[in-house]
């Protein structure tokens, strides 16, 4: 028995020394150290390698941080831990297979730790779940794509009102649902002023409110794309 936990601190002395080690490196992934991360044994002090990873994440750009194909995995497979609060990008397209990604998205802040993100995408998915969470729970955006997901009139009133939306630079809700209602939200709210890219092409927006976007004063610098509106009877 004593051999046996002494094998064990070694182990773990060795594993400490093996993420020390990556971490030093110039050139070390992003994605070697979140598989470190992702593979840590949860009786080895899985919250103290969090930890270390944390104090030397900003050497890897926001953009950069996001899912490694292992970590797809372990998401796929329902396997989720604390070490995903080191994300900065989540695109939730990686994990398709996964039916109610909103659901996954619950476990990722509950479970998962995420609270803060500089990017989110997904598309085909259900947006009028999602954008609540992401609203309530998430801070730091500046990068949001929900497209082809059913986004509603509500769905966009429900960002346009979310204080955690402030630091949003480009915001992009193509092919969804979206009507003048939910156009107007956008347009009047007071955390959207600084977008620098807006796309609301394939929605349902009238010629009217497709004029006022366009020439709205608060996105003179933007981007704007609105491309075809669908009638009211389309998709």
Known sequence: MRMKRERHFLDQKARFAGLAALLERPDAPWNE???????????????????????????????????????????????????????????????????????????????????????????????????????????????????GSGVSSGGAEALALAPGLAGLVSLSLHNNHIRDDGAEALLCSPWLSGLRFLNLHGNRLSPTMVERIAAAPRWQAARIVLGCQRGPGSW
Request: hydrophobic share 45%; glycine share 8%.
């Open 33 to 147: 150290a979140l598989n470190c991360l992702a593979r840590w044994p949860a009786e080895q002090e899985p919250e103290r390698a969090i930890v270390i990873v944390e104090a030397a994440v900003d050497r890897w750009p926001a953009g950069l941080r996001g899912l490694s194909r292992f970590v797809v995995q372990q998401l796929v497979g329902g396997e989720l831990r604390p070490y995903l609060r080191v994300l900065r990008a989540l695109d939730l397209r990686r994990v398709w297979s996964v039916k109610r990604r909103d659901l996954l998205l619950a476990r990722m802040i509950e479970e998962g730790g995420v609270t803060r993100l500089e990017s989110f995408t997904t598309r085909y998915d259900l947006g009028e779940e999602l954008i609540p969470r992401l609203a309530r729970s998430i801070s730091g955006l500046r990068s949001l794509e929900i497209g």
